[in-house]
């Protein structure tokens, strides 16, 4: 048996019109009208194929074919339909429409399974609107409290519940609290190692050690033109220096460790004022612990060396570290074995982004499936995953799924 690759490809092109942008890649951030539409056109697919779709409080999806015993867990299968700004056309939608695929070749065949499969789509995974990613599966998973999710604010001062409310996707549904066999996550590598080894399917076994931070610098305020030039203490050029330091660091650490600085906001940002204050954002991430260490201290020392040089001071304001999850053995397994029934070749190896699956470890079994996407581009309008690969993915699903529901 296996899934309709050119549907599969049609699924993902027309999905991909919706929040579509000039050079091919999509912009569906979370409770968008886009990310809205995007759910309407799923949820018309799903009906399509005679299953039954429940939205959550949290705007979670979920596209239930009955198995034969409806009283035992169900298996999960999906990831995320909401893309960055700019995002590309794989990243999410091939985990969610690859499971889709996997359901509507057991259609096509006739095959029934024992235990019912869901179809899942996660609500703001990305995180590219309202902090922090993850969202809708860390709520089911019970990682995050409803009332914090639905408190999430973005930049334009508009608020979570508010407009998981606008877009009638706050469903009535309770979020999580219900047994679960196993979830499987189909997605993208978004890094180069599977097209550079040549190998079709990757079972993610674990993942890294990672920060994120905000480091606050203070300077003093002053008048652009007439404040001596050796008294001035400029908070950009504090979080500048610093900015670069971390990016030498992550140089030096590569391939296997990374780090960079992402967002900045400055106070007071206009053009006749020295800032008093920046605050900008960074990410480390590294397989070992040492390897890790060894980048914050060496981020350490580079700000005392600034601030002395300087007179400026450094504060970190926000710190949030993550210690690698390890997935679930038994599906690692299954993954390799059914890759190989299916002339795939497979590789273990490890995932560097977060997933919903990382959630989903502390509910049940997990597995999370890699395929190899164009020189590792992700978060860009040029991601790109070849139709093969796609449909090699989905099959793997397939065949995992039936064996984990027939169970
Ligand atoms: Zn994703």
Sequence with gaps: MRIDQNRLWSDLMTLGAIGALPLGGNDRMALTDADRDGRSL????????????????????????????????????????????PGGKFDGPLGVLGALAAVRALNAAGRTTKRSIEVVNWTNEEGARFMPGLMGSAVFADAMPLET?????DRGGRVFGEELARIR????????????????????????????MGITIGAVTHSHYSLMADITCHGENAHIQSMPML??????????????????????????????????????????????????????????KEGLASMEAAIEAAAAVIATETGLTFETTFQ???????????????????ATDLNLSVTRMLTRPGHDAFNMLRVCPTAL?????????????????????????????????IQRADR
Excluded at 47 to 66: C, H, I, K, Y
Excluded at 253 to 273: C, E, K, M, Y
């Design 369 to 401: 499936v890699f395929v190899p996407c164009r020189g590792g581009i992700s978060h860009n309008e040029l991601e790109f995953c070849e139709p093969e690969h796609c449909a090699a993915g989905a099959n793997v699903l397939l065949h995992a799924l």
């Design 320 to 338: 949030r570290r993550r210690d690698p999850v390890f997935f679930t053995e038994e599906l690692i397994a299954l993954t390799e074995t059914v």
């Design 42 to 85: 799923f949820r018309l697919w799903c009906e399509q194929e005679g299953l039954s779709v429940t939205t959550d409080g949290m705007g979670n999806m979920f596209a239930r074919r009955e198995g034969t015993d409806p009283s035992l867990p169900p298996v999960l299968a999906g990831s995320h339909l909401d893309t960055q700004s």
């Design 231 to 288: 008294g001035r203490r400029n908070a950009l050029v504090g979080a500048a220096r610093l900015i670069a330091e971390i990016d030498r660091v992550g140089r030096a650490h590569a391939p296997a460790g990374s780090a960079s600085a992402v967002t900045i906001d400055l106070w007071p940002n206009n053009r006749i004022n020295i800032p008093h204050r920046a605050v900008f954002g960074y990410g480390l991430i590294h397989p070992d």
């Design 149 to 153: 999710a639905y408190a999430s604010v």
């Design 169 to 196: 996707n706050k469903g009535p549904v309770p979020v999580g609290g219900r047994p679960v066999d196993a979830y499987f996550e189909l997605h993208i590598e978004q890094g180069p190692l599977l097209e550079e």
